[in-house]
């Protein structure tokens, strides 16, 4: 009877795990039989045109738009937050406070940050639906990930690296500046990235921030779409599944890009802290 | 002669200090005020839609209870009922939760216990790089596969439905779960499987046994991230949900989770349609917190 039961539940783990690779192998198989006919240098470097046969690079510059405009404000920010809980704070009520709050911002869906963009940052400031609201928008969304990337960086850091520089004379700044954050920029770089991930991946907040105009973007107060809402919109407008999934594979080459490095940069972190 | 100069290197050295010290002072600040920002925006985030999404129940004389438990939506003629889409989204994750969480967790038991190193270096990596790719191109599958799947299978006018969002739901949370739960059960200490294994236990009964249930509170983390993930989905469910606003009463009707209703039609709104929209944000924010507390209960529970 037991090995009756060990096996039963033997086999549904080995069908579990089937179906699972399965599943995830026919969406990445499907995504790229689908639109890989469309991929071409015109695809991806030509202008867009409403009736279809038009390039992606607007919606591929509004996507670098995105990720360099959230990331060039939420990377310091992000990382003074992350010194400051790590390096300065004692340990209360405050502290606990903002980790608190930085847990809640990770678990709200990007659905309400995007209401709350379009009605802070699109109205109440008015910035209208462009590149920037969404851009600040996706800063608050990736701010919690840097924090908690560059705090765990910054706990590997070895205690005596502190205590030895300070031993020298150097200020807690001067320490902070020359000891503490170069050992701990690897991890400090894969949060980043991780982040930039996040940010091209996002589509609801993005919607209903930055609007769907298909053209390129005159200023970063344009109304521009990004890759994702490009896919979706397509999807759901006209059906053109080749199309979206085209858009699909240009996505997934650059989050491989994205986890790669991040793989990459870690490995040679750890290579470097074992020696 | 010689003591003016002292005096004077003195009071150099002194201002310099000040200067540092001065230094020091500021940045500590600053860094405090980077880090007080999340608590601000959070403030914000909730100030902002809690006041937009509360304003017509408190100025201007909606009933709450008529909100959540109208089964109308038809902002023209002034009438805000989201029972259909309540009943929608919770259907929704509970069906993906009851589909995706044991492939996911048995998935990762096969990966972290039963599969060879070799297959595992294989698999682990490519499901973890699919936890990142965009939903959007999850929804595009479903649409694209799922949907004339359900549509030809089960003679369907219209494949959407909330058993296409359910089953685009359970796949996106896979990667997910499978990859955090990884991580918790190849966590648990060696000795805890030698330990079991030399009682004379089998494999199968040192995984159930023993295993899962020291790694229990990392499997939950494992839930709770892909339940995340699922809930809050937008872009990826609108298009195989059908966006009828009926109240299910089968898996192959046509529905409109909360989320969807927000992304529909927030385009256009305006006014005390607009308000309620962001009333269905708080409602489908309080739905997460309730959730996630219920979670929270049920393994802290199980812990005794």
């Keep these: 009877m037991r090995q009756f039961k060990d096996n039963l539940l033997r086999g549904l783990l080995w069908l579990s795990a089937f179906l699972s690779v399965a599943v995830l192998v026919m969406i990445v198989g499907f995504i790229f039989y689908k ?21 992606i690079w607007p919606m591929i510059v509004t996507t670098i738009y995105t990720v360099l405009i959230s990331l060039v404000i939420a990377t310091p920010i992000g990382i003074l937050a992350a010194v400051y809980l790590q390096e300065y704070a004692k340990q209360g009520r405050l502290v606990r406070l903002i ?59 070895p205690g005596s690296y502190r205590e030895g520089s300070l031993a020298l004379g150097t200020t807690k700044l001067q320490t902070l500046y020359k000891v503490i954050l170069p050992s701990s920029m690897p991890g400090i770089l894969s949060g980043i990235i991780l ?30 779409r990004t890759l994702t809402v490009h896919s979706y919109l397509v999807t759901q407008e006209s059906g053109d599944i080749e199309l979206a999934a085209a858009v699909g594979i240009v996505l997934i080459v650059i989050i491989l890009a994205i986890n790669l490095s991040a793989t990459y940069i870690s490995k040679k972190f750890n290579r470097a802290t074992n020696k | ?29 600053l860094f405090l005020i ?54 929608a989204s919770i259907f929704a994750t509970i069906g993906a939760l009851i589909i995706g969480v044991p492939i996911g967790l048995f998935t990762a038991i096969f990966l972290a216990e039963i599969a060879s190193e070799r297959l ?9 790089l699919l936890a990142g790719i965009p939903s959007v191109l999850y929804g595009v599958f479903g649409l694209a596969i799922i949907v004339p799947f359900l549509q030809n299978t089960f003679g369907l006018v219209k494949g959407q439905s909330l058993i296409a969002v359910i089953l685009v739901l ?4 896979l990667p997910t779960i499978v990859t955090v739960a990884e991580t918790a059960i190849r966590a648990v200490p060696q000795t805890y499987r030698e330990g079991s294994l030399a009682l004379g236990v089998s494999q199968i009964g040192t ?52 989320t969807t209703n927000i992304a529909l039609e927030m385009g256009y709104a305006f006014g005390t349609h607009q308000e309620m929209l962001f009333a269905t944000g708080i409602v489908l924010f309080s739905f997460i917190l309730i959730l996630n507390f219920v979670l929270a209960k049920i393994s802290s529970k199980g812990g005794n």
């Design chain 2, 120 to 128: 595992a270096k294989i698999i682990s990596p490519a499901v973890q």
């Design chain 2, 170 to 173: 359970a796949i996106m949370m």
């Design chain 2, 34 to 87: 980077c880090a007080l920002l999340s608590v601000i925006t959070l403030l914000l985030i909730i100030g902002f839609v809690f006041y937009k999404g509360a304003h017509p129940f408190v100025a201007e004389g909606y009933s709450f209870i008529d909100f959540i438990f109208g089964s109308d939506w038809v902002p023209s003629e002034d009438k805000f009922g989201i029972f259909p889409m309540i009943v």
């Design chain 1, 195 to 224: 982040s930039v991930g996040r940010i091209v991946g996002e589509s609801a907040a993005i919607f209903l921030t930055a609007g769907t105009v298909a053209a390129m973007p005159d200023s970063i107060l344009s109304s521009a």
């Design chain 1, 99 to 157: 980790r608190f709050a930085t847990e809640s911002l990770t678990g709200i869906p990007s659905i309400i940050y995007g209401l709350f963009g379009a009605v802070f940052f699109v109205t109440t400031l008015k910035l209208g639906m462009s590149i920037l609201a969404a851009s600040l928008t996706l800063t608050i969304i990736v701010l919690p990930v840097i924090i908690r990337t560059t705090e765990e960086a910054l706990k590997t850091v």
């Design chain 1, 35 to 55: 639109g890989i006919g469309l991929i071409s240098f015109d695809f991806i470097f030509g202008d867009y045109s409403p009736d279809g046969d038009g390039g």
């Design chain 2, 1 to 29: 002669m010689s003591i003016p100069t002292t005096n004077k290197q003195t009071v150099e050295i002194g201002k310099a200090n000040k200067r540092k010290y001065m230094l020091e002072k500021v940045s500590q600040r």
């Design chain 2, 207 to 258: 995984i159930f046994k023993v295993i899962v249930p020291a790694a229990k509170s990392g499997i939950m983390t494992a839930i709770v991230l892909g339940l995340g993930r699922a809930i809050g989905e937008t872009m990826a469910v609108i298009l195989v949900a059908g966006n009828s606003l009926i109240v299910p009463t089968s898996l192959t009707d046509s529905v409109r989770p909360l």
